[in-house]
Protein backbone atom coordinates (compact mmCIF):
# COMPACT_ATOMS: atom_id res chain seq x y z
CA UNK A 1 0.00 0.00 0.00
CA UNK A 2 1.22 3.76 -1.13
CA UNK A 3 1.95 5.88 1.93
CA UNK A 4 -0.57 8.10 2.25
CA UNK A 5 -0.22 12.19 1.14
CA UNK A 6 -0.65 12.68 5.23
CA UNK A 7 2.82 10.93 5.84
CA UNK A 8 3.81 13.40 3.61
CA UNK A 9 2.02 16.17 4.40
CA UNK A 10 3.51 15.93 7.68
CA UNK A 11 7.22 16.45 6.61
CA UNK A 12 6.15 19.77 5.37
CA UNK A 13 8.43 22.77 6.29
CA UNK A 14 5.78 25.73 5.97
CA UNK A 15 8.68 28.54 6.58
CA UNK A 16 10.67 26.64 3.85
CA UNK A 17 7.63 26.56 1.41
CA UNK A 18 7.57 30.21 2.02
CA UNK A 19 11.03 31.07 2.13
CA UNK A 20 11.21 29.36 -1.58
CA UNK A 21 8.07 31.35 -3.28
CA UNK A 22 9.94 34.62 -2.03
CA UNK A 23 13.55 33.61 -3.50
CA UNK A 24 11.97 33.25 -6.70
CA UNK A 25 13.94 35.43 -9.02
CA UNK A 26 12.35 37.31 -12.63
CA UNK A 27 15.02 35.21 -14.64
CA UNK A 28 13.71 32.27 -13.68
CA UNK A 29 10.43 32.95 -14.70
CA UNK A 30 10.61 33.41 -18.54
CA UNK A 31 12.26 30.01 -19.19
CA UNK A 32 9.24 28.23 -17.42
CA UNK A 33 6.72 29.97 -19.36
CA UNK A 34 8.62 28.73 -22.22
CA UNK A 35 8.55 25.66 -21.33
CA UNK A 36 4.75 25.45 -20.26
CA UNK A 37 4.01 26.34 -23.56
CA UNK A 38 4.69 22.85 -24.52
CA UNK A 39 1.55 21.08 -22.64
CA UNK A 40 3.73 18.68 -20.74
CA UNK A 41 2.98 20.42 -17.15
CA UNK A 42 5.54 21.41 -15.10
CA UNK A 43 7.60 20.38 -11.91
CA UNK A 44 6.26 21.93 -8.64
CA UNK A 45 9.26 23.53 -8.13
CA UNK A 46 8.32 25.64 -11.39
CA UNK A 47 5.02 25.71 -9.86
CA UNK A 48 6.06 27.63 -6.94
CA UNK A 49 8.16 29.99 -9.02
CA UNK A 50 4.54 31.05 -11.02
CA UNK A 51 3.28 31.99 -7.56
CA UNK A 52 5.88 34.22 -6.55
CA UNK A 53 5.98 37.87 -5.95
CA UNK A 54 8.03 38.22 -8.85
CA UNK A 55 6.06 36.44 -11.51
CA UNK A 56 3.19 38.89 -11.04
CA UNK A 57 5.11 41.04 -13.36
CA UNK A 58 4.80 38.14 -16.48
CA UNK A 59 0.92 37.88 -15.36
CA UNK A 60 0.28 38.54 -19.39
CA UNK A 61 2.72 36.48 -21.01
CA UNK A 62 1.43 33.72 -18.20
CA UNK A 63 -2.34 34.50 -19.26
CA UNK A 64 -1.96 34.10 -23.21
CA UNK A 65 -0.09 30.73 -22.70
CA UNK A 66 -3.24 29.63 -20.05
CA UNK A 67 -5.51 30.68 -22.91
CA UNK A 68 -3.67 28.55 -25.37
CA UNK A 69 -3.25 25.54 -23.30
CA UNK A 70 -7.18 25.52 -22.21
CA UNK A 71 -8.28 25.93 -25.34
CA UNK A 72 -5.97 23.24 -26.74
CA UNK A 73 -7.32 21.09 -24.15
CA UNK A 74 -11.16 22.23 -24.12
CA UNK A 75 -11.87 24.06 -27.20
CA UNK A 76 -13.39 27.77 -26.25
CA UNK A 77 -16.56 26.11 -24.07
CA UNK A 78 -17.33 26.76 -20.77
CA UNK A 79 -19.07 23.97 -18.97
CA UNK A 80 -22.21 25.55 -16.34
CA UNK A 81 -23.70 24.15 -13.75
CA UNK A 82 -25.82 24.84 -11.17
CA UNK A 83 -25.65 23.33 -6.89
CA UNK A 84 -28.96 22.11 -5.31
CA UNK A 85 -28.27 22.30 -1.48
CA UNK A 86 -30.57 19.27 0.25
CA UNK A 87 -29.67 20.22 4.04
CA UNK A 88 -28.21 22.73 6.18
CA UNK A 89 -28.08 20.48 9.22
CA UNK A 90 -24.26 20.77 10.37
CA UNK A 91 -22.47 19.60 13.48
CA UNK A 92 -19.35 20.96 12.89
CA UNK A 93 -18.38 24.88 13.83
CA UNK A 94 -16.27 26.11 11.64
CA UNK A 95 -16.00 30.32 11.81
CA UNK A 96 -16.71 30.89 8.36
CA UNK A 97 -19.49 28.91 7.17
CA UNK A 98 -23.24 30.12 7.78
CA UNK A 99 -24.12 26.58 8.09
CA UNK A 100 -22.12 26.21 11.04
CA UNK A 101 -23.49 24.59 14.31
CA UNK A 102 -23.25 27.62 16.63
CA UNK A 103 -25.11 30.01 14.51
CA UNK A 104 -29.44 30.30 15.31
CA UNK A 105 -30.73 29.44 11.58
CA UNK A 106 -33.51 27.54 10.51
CA UNK A 107 -32.38 24.12 9.51
CA UNK A 108 -33.91 21.88 6.92
CA UNK A 109 -33.40 18.88 5.08
CA UNK A 110 -35.49 18.32 1.71
CA UNK A 111 -38.54 15.93 1.05
CA UNK A 112 -38.33 13.70 -1.66
CA UNK A 113 -41.11 16.01 -2.39
CA UNK A 114 -38.91 19.02 -2.17
CA UNK A 115 -36.03 17.44 -4.04
CA UNK A 116 -38.40 17.01 -6.94
CA UNK A 117 -39.68 20.10 -6.71
CA UNK A 118 -36.30 21.78 -6.51
CA UNK A 119 -35.39 19.26 -9.70
CA UNK A 120 -38.34 20.48 -12.04
CA UNK A 121 -36.66 24.42 -11.36
CA UNK A 122 -33.71 23.66 -12.19
CA UNK A 123 -34.49 22.02 -15.12
CA UNK A 124 -36.61 24.18 -16.39
CA UNK A 125 -33.11 26.89 -16.57
CA UNK A 126 -31.84 24.31 -18.91
CA UNK A 127 -29.12 22.32 -16.73
CA UNK A 128 -28.19 19.03 -16.89
CA UNK A 129 -25.36 19.34 -14.66
CA UNK A 130 -26.23 19.47 -10.74
CA UNK A 131 -24.00 19.38 -7.44
CA UNK A 132 -25.76 18.46 -4.64
CA UNK A 133 -24.37 19.99 -1.45
CA UNK A 134 -25.36 19.53 2.55
CA UNK A 135 -23.65 20.27 5.53
CA UNK A 136 -22.16 17.65 7.57
CA UNK A 137 -24.98 15.83 9.98
CA UNK A 138 -25.04 11.76 9.55
CA UNK A 139 -27.92 11.58 11.60
CA UNK A 140 -29.94 14.02 9.41
CA UNK A 141 -28.22 13.72 5.97
CA UNK A 142 -26.32 10.25 6.20
CA UNK A 143 -25.46 7.67 3.30
CA UNK A 144 -29.19 5.98 2.74
CA UNK A 145 -30.43 9.87 2.48
CA UNK A 146 -27.89 10.56 -0.20
CA UNK A 147 -27.80 7.05 -2.20
CA UNK A 148 -32.13 7.70 -1.96
CA UNK A 149 -31.86 11.86 -3.14
CA UNK A 150 -29.23 10.53 -6.35
CA UNK A 151 -31.24 7.55 -6.95
CA UNK A 152 -34.12 9.83 -7.33
CA UNK A 153 -32.02 12.44 -9.44
CA UNK A 154 -30.21 10.04 -11.49
CA UNK A 155 -33.19 10.15 -14.27
CA UNK A 156 -33.76 13.48 -14.68
CA UNK A 157 -29.97 14.85 -15.09
CA UNK A 158 -26.98 13.53 -16.99
CA UNK A 159 -24.38 14.37 -14.29
CA UNK A 160 -24.33 14.80 -10.74
CA UNK A 161 -21.33 16.24 -8.04
CA UNK A 162 -21.62 15.61 -4.75
CA UNK A 163 -20.00 18.03 -1.96
CA UNK A 164 -20.67 16.45 1.35
CA UNK A 165 -19.11 15.55 4.15
CA UNK A 166 -16.20 13.01 4.23
CA UNK A 167 -17.41 9.09 3.93
CA UNK A 168 -15.61 5.58 4.03
CA UNK A 169 -14.83 3.72 0.95
CA UNK A 170 -17.72 1.62 1.43
CA UNK A 171 -19.96 4.53 1.73
CA UNK A 172 -18.42 5.99 -1.41
CA UNK A 173 -19.00 2.99 -3.56
CA UNK A 174 -22.39 2.96 -2.73
CA UNK A 175 -22.88 6.20 -4.24
CA UNK A 176 -21.14 5.90 -7.01
CA UNK A 177 -23.51 2.70 -7.86
CA UNK A 178 -26.24 5.12 -7.03
CA UNK A 179 -24.98 7.04 -10.06
CA UNK A 180 -22.69 9.75 -8.27
CA UNK A 181 -20.28 10.75 -11.13
CA UNK A 182 -17.86 13.29 -9.20
CA UNK A 183 -17.27 14.45 -5.79
CA UNK A 184 -15.73 17.23 -3.95
CA UNK A 185 -14.24 17.47 -1.18
CA UNK A 186 -11.95 20.72 -0.23
CA UNK A 187 -9.29 20.69 2.26
CA UNK A 188 -9.70 24.50 3.05
CA UNK A 189 -6.15 25.02 3.90
CA UNK A 190 -3.66 22.33 4.15
CA UNK A 191 -1.70 24.17 7.37
CA UNK A 192 -2.50 22.05 10.04
CA UNK A 193 -2.43 24.89 12.65
CA UNK A 194 -4.08 26.89 10.58
CA UNK A 195 -7.06 24.28 10.16
CA UNK A 196 -7.72 23.99 14.00
CA UNK A 197 -8.12 27.87 14.17
CA UNK A 198 -10.85 27.56 11.97
CA UNK A 199 -12.75 24.07 12.51
CA UNK A 200 -13.14 24.02 16.12
CA UNK A 201 -16.13 21.57 16.65
CA UNK A 202 -17.52 18.13 15.15
CA UNK A 203 -15.95 15.77 12.56
CA UNK A 204 -14.58 18.79 10.36
CA UNK A 205 -12.06 18.89 13.04
CA UNK A 206 -10.28 15.81 12.37
CA UNK A 207 -7.55 17.15 9.91
CA UNK A 208 -6.28 14.02 9.09
CA UNK A 209 -9.29 12.31 8.42
CA UNK A 210 -10.34 15.20 5.88
CA UNK A 211 -7.16 15.32 4.08
CA UNK A 212 -7.32 11.23 3.18
CA UNK A 213 -11.05 11.62 1.96
CA UNK A 214 -9.52 12.03 -1.98
CA UNK A 215 -6.98 8.91 -1.54
CA UNK A 216 -11.04 6.98 -0.22
CA UNK A 217 -12.54 8.36 -3.27
CA UNK A 218 -9.62 7.20 -5.27
CA UNK A 219 -9.83 3.69 -3.74
CA UNK A 220 -13.48 3.32 -4.35
CA UNK A 221 -13.03 4.05 -8.01
CA UNK A 222 -15.31 7.91 -8.05
CA UNK A 223 -14.63 9.08 -11.78
CA UNK A 224 -13.61 12.64 -11.13
CA UNK A 225 -12.38 14.17 -7.67
CA UNK A 226 -12.59 17.46 -6.81
CA UNK A 227 -10.10 19.46 -4.62
CA UNK A 228 -9.86 22.73 -2.93
CA UNK A 229 -8.65 25.18 -0.67
CA UNK A 230 -10.42 28.34 0.56
CA UNK A 231 -8.43 31.38 0.04
CA UNK A 232 -8.66 33.40 3.06
CA UNK A 233 -8.02 31.35 5.57
CA UNK A 234 -3.93 31.65 5.48
CA UNK A 235 -1.36 33.09 2.99
CA UNK A 236 -2.27 31.94 -0.56
CA UNK A 237 0.88 30.91 -1.73
CA UNK A 238 2.33 27.99 0.43
CA UNK A 239 -1.52 26.47 0.61
CA UNK A 240 -2.03 26.82 -3.18
CA UNK A 241 2.06 24.95 -3.63
CA UNK A 242 0.97 22.06 -1.07
CA UNK A 243 -2.44 21.84 -3.06
CA UNK A 244 -0.14 21.10 -6.51
CA UNK A 245 1.65 19.13 -4.59
CA UNK A 246 -1.20 16.58 -3.62
CA UNK A 247 -2.97 16.31 -6.88
CA UNK A 248 0.66 15.35 -8.07
CA UNK A 249 0.36 12.72 -5.70
CA UNK A 250 -3.53 11.77 -6.54
CA UNK A 251 -2.78 11.38 -10.05
CA UNK A 252 -0.08 9.73 -9.87
CA UNK A 253 -1.24 6.81 -7.13
CA UNK A 254 -5.45 7.06 -8.62
CA UNK A 255 -4.94 7.99 -12.22
CA UNK A 256 -7.74 5.96 -13.46
CA UNK A 257 -9.46 8.97 -11.95
CA UNK A 258 -9.98 12.61 -13.24
CA UNK A 259 -10.05 16.03 -11.30
CA UNK A 260 -11.07 19.49 -10.93
CA UNK A 261 -9.72 21.67 -9.26
CA UNK A 262 -11.90 25.14 -7.16
CA UNK A 263 -10.19 27.94 -5.48
CA UNK A 264 -12.83 30.06 -3.66
CA UNK A 265 -12.52 32.80 -1.29
CA UNK A 266 -13.63 33.86 1.24
CA UNK A 267 -17.16 35.46 1.49
CA UNK A 268 -19.20 37.12 3.61
CA UNK A 269 -21.61 34.41 6.13
CA UNK A 270 -23.64 34.60 8.87
CA UNK A 271 -21.10 33.96 12.27
CA UNK A 272 -17.91 35.23 13.17
CA UNK A 273 -16.41 35.44 9.80
CA UNK A 274 -13.13 37.53 9.45
CA UNK A 275 -10.86 37.25 6.48
CA UNK A 276 -6.80 37.20 8.22
CA UNK A 277 -5.32 36.71 4.60
CA UNK A 278 -7.16 38.56 1.90
CA UNK A 279 -6.75 37.48 -1.56
CA UNK A 280 -6.82 40.15 -4.40
CA UNK A 281 -8.20 39.29 -7.86
CA UNK A 282 -4.78 39.96 -9.08
CA UNK A 283 -3.48 37.29 -6.91
CA UNK A 284 -6.70 35.02 -7.88
CA UNK A 285 -5.44 35.32 -11.85
CA UNK A 286 -2.64 34.70 -11.02
CA UNK A 287 -3.25 31.28 -9.21
CA UNK A 288 -5.27 30.67 -12.19
CA UNK A 289 -2.47 30.89 -14.76
CA UNK A 290 -0.32 28.72 -12.58
CA UNK A 291 -2.42 25.94 -12.17
CA UNK A 292 -3.32 25.86 -15.81
CA UNK A 293 0.25 25.63 -16.52
CA UNK A 294 1.29 23.02 -14.18
CA UNK A 295 -1.78 20.91 -15.13
CA UNK A 296 -2.77 21.56 -18.65
CA UNK A 297 -5.62 18.72 -18.30
CA UNK A 298 -7.90 19.67 -15.19
CA UNK A 299 -10.69 21.45 -15.02
CA UNK A 300 -10.38 24.75 -13.27
CA UNK A 301 -14.25 25.83 -11.54
CA UNK A 302 -14.83 29.42 -10.72
CA UNK A 303 -18.46 29.65 -8.63
CA UNK A 304 -20.68 32.73 -8.24
CA UNK A 305 -18.87 33.97 -4.75
CA UNK A 306 -16.84 36.27 -7.52
CA UNK A 307 -18.26 39.02 -8.87
CA UNK A 308 -20.03 39.22 -12.78
CA UNK A 309 -17.24 41.34 -14.49
CA UNK A 310 -14.47 39.50 -12.87
CA UNK A 311 -15.90 35.93 -13.78
CA UNK A 312 -16.36 37.41 -17.44
CA UNK A 313 -12.66 38.39 -17.69
CA UNK A 314 -11.36 34.96 -16.35
CA UNK A 315 -13.86 32.92 -18.85
CA UNK A 316 -10.82 33.26 -21.75
CA UNK A 317 -8.04 32.75 -19.14
CA UNK A 318 -7.90 29.51 -18.11
CA UNK A 319 -11.59 28.42 -16.24
CA UNK A 320 -13.17 25.56 -17.71
CA UNK A 321 -16.27 25.55 -15.55
CA UNK A 322 -18.39 28.12 -14.06
CA UNK A 323 -21.60 27.78 -11.12
CA UNK A 324 -23.98 30.18 -12.19
CA UNK A 325 -27.70 31.12 -10.79
CA UNK A 326 -26.78 29.85 -7.22
CA UNK A 327 -29.01 29.44 -4.40
CA UNK A 328 -27.27 27.82 -1.81
CA UNK A 329 -30.36 27.63 0.28
CA UNK A 330 -32.18 24.20 0.52
CA UNK A 331 -35.13 25.04 -1.13
CA UNK A 332 -33.71 28.33 -2.79
CA UNK A 333 -35.03 27.25 -6.45
CA UNK A 334 -38.54 26.11 -6.11
CA UNK A 335 -40.12 27.67 -2.30
CA UNK A 336 -37.52 30.96 -2.20
CA UNK A 337 -37.42 30.09 1.07
CA UNK A 338 -36.02 32.69 3.47
CA UNK A 339 -32.58 34.09 3.52
CA UNK A 340 -31.53 32.56 6.84
CA UNK A 341 -31.18 29.43 5.28
CA UNK A 342 -28.45 30.00 3.38
CA UNK A 343 -24.54 29.18 3.50
CA UNK A 344 -22.88 32.34 2.35
CA UNK A 345 -23.46 35.70 0.29
CA UNK A 346 -23.13 35.00 -3.60
CA UNK A 347 -21.63 38.08 -5.76
CA UNK A 348 -22.79 37.48 -9.58
CA UNK A 349 -26.61 37.13 -9.18
CA UNK A 350 -27.09 37.14 -12.97
CA UNK A 351 -29.57 34.79 -14.50
CA UNK A 352 -28.82 32.10 -16.55
CA UNK A 353 -29.54 33.47 -20.60
CA UNK A 354 -27.49 36.47 -18.68
CA UNK A 355 -24.50 34.37 -18.23
CA UNK A 356 -24.90 32.39 -21.47
CA UNK A 357 -24.89 35.93 -23.22
CA UNK A 358 -21.37 36.83 -21.61
CA UNK A 359 -20.04 33.73 -22.06
CA UNK A 360 -20.93 33.99 -25.99
CA UNK A 361 -19.97 37.43 -25.74
CA UNK A 362 -16.10 35.96 -25.33
CA UNK A 363 -16.62 33.80 -28.31
CA UNK A 364 -17.12 31.17 -26.10
CA UNK A 365 -19.67 28.19 -26.30
CA UNK A 366 -21.41 27.68 -23.34
CA UNK A 367 -22.00 23.90 -22.20
CA UNK A 368 -25.58 22.82 -20.41
CA UNK A 369 -24.39 18.94 -20.68
CA UNK A 370 -21.13 17.48 -22.41
CA UNK A 371 -21.15 14.18 -20.16
CA UNK A 372 -22.99 10.81 -20.90
CA UNK A 373 -22.83 8.99 -17.43
CA UNK A 374 -24.01 6.01 -19.04
CA UNK A 375 -20.57 5.50 -21.40
CA UNK A 376 -18.57 5.06 -18.39
CA UNK A 377 -20.94 2.30 -16.28
Known amino acids: MAESFYQTSQLINWQQLNQQILATKKADIESIIVQAKSGLGLSLDQFAALISPAAQAYLPQMAQVSQQLTQQRFGK ?5 I ?5 N ?13 NNKVRRNALTP ?3 LAEAKAILAKGYQHILLVTGEMLKKVDTDYLCAAVKQLRPLFKHISLEVQPMSVAD ?13 VYQETYDPNTYQNYHLKGQKADYQHRLKTAERLGQAGMDKIGLGILLGLRDWRADSLVL ?4 AYLQKHYWRSRYSLSFPRLRPALGEISIQNKVSERDLLQLVCALRLMFPQVELSLSTRERAAFRDLLIPLGITTMSAESSTQPGGYAEQ ?26 GYQAVMQDWQAEYNR
Not at 341 to 362: G, H, M, V, Y
Open 89 to 101: WCSNVCTYCGFSA
Open 83 to 87: PLYLS
Open 337 to 362: SAQELSQFDIDDNRNTPAICEAIAQQ
Open 77 to 81: TIQLY
Open 172 to 184: YQRLKQAGVDAVL
Open 244 to 247: AQHL
Open 113 to 115: EQI
